[in-house]
């Protein structure tokens, strides 16, 4: 089946610093949605980008789609202990629809004060 | 937070048992579905549905069956519990399949001893 490669796996950053999470598909994406999961909570939509080179941003937050709609990123400015968690992407094929995304395994984002 | 429910919350049974897990919603949307989460697989669909006994298999639909009877309830059953489905398992609502966000109940933990 169809599968979002992610990575890294695991991030550990000083306060402050800057963090990058990447998703990479062999096959063009319809579009990507972002998520974010706090330790022992459940996934939230953070966004959705669907044109190809996309980039929206949320505060410190960048997400860019690449111009071949086969891979994305999520770029955060300056972390806070409040962005601690793990971040998935999900990306729709073109074909698809009714079962919906496929996820990738995450990128756990740990932050030392 | 979208008006999804997930019952049980925490759940122990042994091996061999049935077990159903229950996904309720308020939101009226057409699409739900059942993933897990293990350390490692980041979130694996296991069943959706696209409408009222609307059902499809996902991933990792071995050993898990579904239903839905009414809108706003998708039912998981194991049928005889296995070690290995011991996990975190998430109900998710949508009202435009992979088109839209994807808005997660709270999970329920599943012990199988």
């Known amino acids: 089946g169809q599968q979002v490669m992610q990575i890294p796996q695991y991030q550990h950053v000083q306060e402050g610093e800057d963090f990058t999470t990447y998703c990479n598909s062999s096959?063009?994406?319809?579009?990507i949605q972002w998520y974010k999961q706090r330790p022992g909570g459940h996934p939230v939509f953070l966004i959705q980008l669907v044109k190809s080179g996309e980039v929206k941003k949320q505060k410190r937050l960048t997400f860019q789609f690449g111009e071949a709609k086969k891979n994305s990123s999520l770029h955060i400015t300056a972390t806070q202990t409040t962005d601690v968690g793990t971040y998935f992407c999900a990306g729709m094929y073109s074909g698809g629809g009714a079962d919906g995304l496929t996820f990738g395994k995450g990128t756990h984002l740990i932050i030392q004060p | 937070d979208a008006g999804i429910t997930q019952s049980p919350r925490h759940k122990v049974t042994e091996t061999g048992t049935p077990v159903t897990l229950r996904c309720h919603q308020t939101?009226?949307?057409?699409?739900m579905y059942w993933y897990r989460q293990d350390p490692g697989h980041g979130l694996r669909l296991i069943h959706y549905?696209?409408?009222?006994?609307?059902?499809d298999k996902g991933e990792v639909s071995d050993g898990y069956s579904v239903s839905r009877s009414k809108t706003e309830d998708f039912l998981l059953t194991l049928e005889s519990a296995t070690s290995s489905q011991t996990s975190v398992y998430f109900c998710?609502?949508?009202?435009?399949?992979?088109?839209?966000?994807?808005?997660f109940g709270p999970g329920t933990r599943l012990l199988v001893l």
């Open positions: 549905s696209y409408g009222v006994k609307d059902t």
């Open positions: 096959t063009t994406l319809s579009n």
């Open positions: 939101e009226n949307h057409r699409y």
């Open positions: 998710a609502i949508s009202d435009n399949g992979g088109w839209q966000t994807q808005y």
